[in-house]
């Protein structure tokens, strides 16, 4: 069983910045996708970011492009999200999401971690 663990949320000033971390543990041998979603308050959950097994293939949405940076380390079994320039409405639970290549959803998700960014 996949279990996804995310840690790194915080209360933050806009400009500054946060670096979120998801641990993966279970069985994830073979291509295994990686991303982050969001969800504010009163809003819909949204994709963030994804990642590739290799780390070639990496999508943001227009939102973040140019202020996140996606990454991992197989070796380490970690996903990483580096949150610079944050704003106020970057605010929200953020979670970390898997899947096995070729699912068309996400079929893992962690608990989420909250980020605010006060103005």
């Known amino acids: 069983q996949v279990r996804l663990v995310e840690s790194g949320g915080g209360l933050v000033q806009a400009g500054g910045s946060l670096r979120l971390s998801c641990a993966v543990s279970?069985?994830?041998?073979?291509?295994?996708?990686m991303g982050w979603f969001r969800q504010a308050p009163g809003k819909e959950r949204e994709f963030v970011a994804s990642?590739?097994?290799?780390?070639?293939?990496?999508a943001y949405v227009d939102l973040v492009q140019g202020r996140f940076t996606i990454s991992r380390d197989n070796a380490k079994n970690s996903v990483y999200l580096q949150m610079d320039s944050l704003k106020p409405e970057d605010t929200a639970v953020y979670y970390c999401?898997?899947?096995?290549?070729?699912?068309?959803?996400?079929?893992?998700w962690g608990q989420g971690t909250q980020v605010t960014v006060s103005s």
């Open positions: 999401v898997g899947r096995f290549e070729g699912r068309p959803d996400y079929d893992h």
């Open positions: 990642i590739s097994w290799s780390g070639r293939d990496i």
């Open positions: 279970g069985r994830t041998s073979g291509s295994y996708e």
